[in-house]
């Protein structure tokens, strides 16, 4: 096939095969990305410049990664969906009995979106949660309705867990490649704070392979003669944070308490302090696990709401994420951050810096510019997550360079603050 060109400023027209206009169509985006880099990388700036620098290094774990794919046990596989499937079926007869019998709702079908509608809405008479001026039924509609309607709360468990059943099966049913391997692909820029992000392989192949949860890994096996290891950044962000109130005001009170050896307990023993503490971590713990709210212990309030005031979370938008009343939230941050007040002091300096320049520079030395309203509440809590989520992703991803070049060991996933990989079984205890 030919393709016709006309050149508009000297009218002249010359005909080219397919082949050459696909020539000519990649020589001019290489050229004209190349001609557009040597213009912004004098305005770059050191910081982005390292960024970018380290950026093009993690091209090689990171192809490497997505070549070699994961090794999966297709016996295991069958195994755990059978598992599911019992599980669904079980959920499934207990909601079926509670609608048919219970409230006398033959022809209900839980996966039918019109029909929990009519459950929830019609029978029930609870009023309709609306997304954009429409009603639904999704995850977020269902997860407000527990809150206030007790009736319900029952009905709602049993769907989403079927919700969640049904996504871990279509996971495990995720196509894999013919030798047998699952794979991903990897964008290492991908998100604006410097975590991978993933997707379908370039065959459309296998996925999201970094949201994979524990409960469903038991599918991958380690290549003959190798064995799994797994480096995790466990309360890494928290650690981050930590770190930038020690920079920033020398106060070493969160970091004092991540080293514990229990951040939930250690917050609650200075959040509670009249608890009658022992000191001992172990037996702390257990009064940390004492009933504060319904079936809500105080270590469970410090480590869901400790989590989301770090970052800025008003007591409004806590307490929809966890259910808990707008009064218990209002009644836990005074303490919590009595208990640490550094956190103020780095939230109003983030939001200081954010009006003033337009942009933050990460503990590891990331820069990021921030195109919203800078006085906007949604914009200054993205800033204050910014560095701690940035600076771990970028620790995880120098280990991840770091493991690559070294020897024996094989890098397999990035699950974002973890590091999967293989080692030789002989070489285990060298």
């Known amino acids: ?126 009023p309709p949660v ?57 964008n290492i820029a991908g998100t604006s704070t410097g975590r991978l992000s993933s997707s379908l392989s370039e065959f459309g192949t296998g996925g999201n392979l970094q949201n994979v949860e524990e409960a469903l ?10 064995k799994f290891a797994k480096f995790d950044a466990k309360s890494g962000e928290s650690y981050v944070v930590g ?8 106060d070493g009170t969160f970091l004092d308490a991540l080293e514990s050896g229990d951040i939930h ?23 940390a696990e004492q009933p504060f709210y319904r079936h809500h212990t105080y270590r469970f309030m410090c480590k869901k709401l400790g989590h989301g005031s770090n970052y800025g979370g008003q007591p409004f938008t806590l307490a929809q994420q966890t259910h808990l009343p707008i009064s218990i939230v209002e009644e836990f941050q005074p ?24 942009y933050l520079v990460s503990l590891m030395g990331r820069k990021r510019w921030f195109h919203g309203r800078r006085n906007d509440p949604a914009t200054i809590r993205e800033a204050i997550a910014y560095d701690p989520q940035s600076s771990l992703a970028d620790i995880v991803n120098r280990a991840m360079l770091r493991l690559w070049r070294s020897a024996p060991a094989i890098l397999v996933a990035n699950d974002h603050d973890a590091l999967t990989f293989t080692y030789p079984e002989d070489e285990e205890d060298s």
Not at 270 to 279: A, D, R, S
Request: hydrophobic share 40%; net charge positive.
């Open 1 to 126: 096939m030919a393709v016709k060109l006309i050149h508009t400023s000297t009218r002249h027209s010359q005909t080219f095969t397919k082949l050459e206009r696909d020539w000519i169509y990649n020589g001019l985006d290489c050229c004209l990305t190349r001609e557009i880099f040597d213009v912004i990388a004098p305005q770059l700036g050191a910081e982005t410049s390292r960024t970018y620098a380290f950026s093009r290094a993690l091209q090689g774990p990171i192809l490497d990664m997505r070549l070699r794919g994961l090794r999966v046990d297709q016996n295991r596989v069958e195994e755990v969906v059978d598992e599911l499937y019992a599980k669904l079926d079980q959920l499934y007869d207990q909601l079926n009995r509670i609608v048919t019998e219970g409230l006398d709702f033959p022809d209900f079908n839980w996966s039918s979106n019109p029909s929990l509608q009519e459950l929830f809405y019609d029978i029930l008479r609870i």
């Open 130 to 186: 609306k997304t954009q001026g429409r009603v639904t039924t999704n995850e977020a509609a269902l997860e407000k309705i527990p809150a206030k309607y007790a009736i319900a709360r029952q009905l709602v468990r049993h769907i989403l867990a079927m919700r969640g059943l049904h996504k871990r099966i279509s996971v495990l049913r995720t196509p894999l490649d013919p030798d047998g391997r699952i794979r991903t692909s990897y």
């Open 217 to 226: 890994r038991s599918i991958f096996i380690a290549d003959p003669g190798m």
């Open 243 to 250: 770190a930038i109130e020690w920079n920033l005001f020398g």
């Open 265 to 287: 307990t250690a917050d609650a023993r200075l959040v509670w302090p009249e608890l009658g503490w022992t000191g001992d971590i172990k037996q702390d713990k257990n009064i």
């Open 335 to 358: 303490k919590y951050f009595a208990a640490f007040p550094a956190h103020q002091r780095w939230q109003h300096r983030v939001a200081e810096e954010l009006l003033s320049r337009g």
